[in-house]
């Protein structure tokens, strides 16, 4: 069972799957509340059929000289969504062009796509500058503030891991060179 995209400008973001995938959260009367439910939204991917039917849509119409901003929207909902890293990329492009033509509304939803979308690249600092920009608009979202703890958690989480590991390369460069000079004492007694 595929989820629906959201409308662009009605709400953000769809319902995880174990919702019926009914679509936008307020046409549900639902609201997605907590970081489990936030996470959901982030680790949601696409179905294939999803995606084959997107973008067909979106090919389509790209054919025939004009896409509608609804299209984009949802061809690039899907793409964020993607298992691949180039998929994600495209939807972010695609969301990109998309932001300055769109409503105050439309607006709210693309900025948090690429929030989503470059959170899901572990671009946590791109992430992090649209997700406070969607705050600074929006200083009650509480779905954004959901997001922003999550971007907040993931950096420190990686910046610990990526300190462990510049940490291990220390000791090991360490410990070589200890090992390099006691060979080089041994060799001149």
Request: charged residues 25%.
């Amino acid at each position: 069972m595929g989820s629906h995209p959201p409308d662009a400008g009605s709400a953000f973001p769809p319902l995880p799957p174990d919702h019926g995938g009914c679509g936008p959260v307020e046409s549900c009367g639902v609201r997605i509340v907590g970081a489990v439910a936030m996470e959901a939204v982030l680790n949601d991917l696409v179905s294939v059929d999803d995606l084959m039917k997107f973008e067909k849509k979106f090919q389509s119409e790209q054919a025939a000289g004009s896409v509608s901003k609804s299209t984009q929207f949802e061809y690039a909902w899907c793409l964020v969504r993607s298992k691949y890293n180039d998929d994600i990329r495209k939807g972010i492009s695609l969301l990109e062009e998309l932001l300055p033509k769109g409503s105050k509304e439309e607006q709210r939803d693309y900025v948090f796509y690429l929030a989503v979308g470059n959170y899901r690249l572990k671009e946590y600092e791109k992430a992090l500058k649209y997700v406070r920009g969607l705050l600074q608009t929006e200083p009650q979202n509480n779905q954004a503030k959901e997001l922003e703890q999550l971007i907040d958690k993931a950096m420190k989480k990686d910046g610990l891991v990526g300190m462990a590991i510049v940490g291990g390369m220390a000791l090991g460069v360490a410990g070589l060179a200890g090992l390099i000079g006691l060979a080089v004492s041994k060799s001149k007694s």
